[in-house]
């Protein structure tokens, strides 16, 4: 998935308006999400930054939109619960860096419960 990032990243650098290379980068987070920290809470929080991709990914490239969309519906329902925010010290709308080969700020958004 470091793989994936790093080419995408690559052809990003050629074609800076690239969907398809911010939603891959999406899923490549999406799909670390279960590996990453130790707790329930850091997995679901991978996936802020996954929808910030395929929130990217529309944004620079109509062609991408309904993918993104799809995406960013699907992956929105594994944000953390408020409760659980809080427990961690955070509120909606905080900042929050994914460590790792992630390595993204990311903004707190959770579900209800």
């Given at each position: 998935m470091q793989a994936v990032k790093k080419l995408c990243l690559q052809a990003l650098?050629?074609?800076?308006s690239s969907g398809e290379a911010y939603i891959l980068i999406g899923k490549a987070y999406a799909a670390y999400a279960p590996k990453y920290g130790s707790e329930?809470?850091?997995?679901?929080?991978?996936?802020?930054?996954?929808?910030d991709k395929f929130q990217?990914?529309?944004?620079?490239?109509?062609?991408?939109?309904?993918?993104?969309?799809?995406?960013i519906a699907l992956y929105s329902q594994?944000?953390?619960?408020?409760?659980?925010?809080?427990?961690n010290g955070l509120?909606?709308?905080?900042?929050?860096?994914?460590?790792?080969?992630?390595?993204?700020?990311?903004?707190a958004r959770f579900t209800k419960e």
């Amino acid at each position: 998935m470091q793989a994936v990032k790093k080419l995408c990243l690559q052809a990003l650098k050629g074609n800076p308006s690239s969907g398809e290379a911010y939603i891959l980068i999406g899923k490549a987070y999406a799909a670390y999400a279960p590996k990453y920290g130790s707790e329930d809470f850091d997995h679901k929080t991978v996936f802020w930054a996954a929808v910030d991709k395929f929130q990217t990914a529309k944004r620079i490239d109509p062609s991408c939109t309904d993918e993104a969309n799809r995406l960013i519906a699907l992956y929105s329902q594994h944000f953390p619960v408020v409760k659980d925010g809080f427990f961690n010290g955070l509120q909606e709308g905080d900042t929050f860096t994914i460590e790792g080969w992630i390595n993204e700020k990311t903004v707190a958004r959770f579900t209800k419960e």
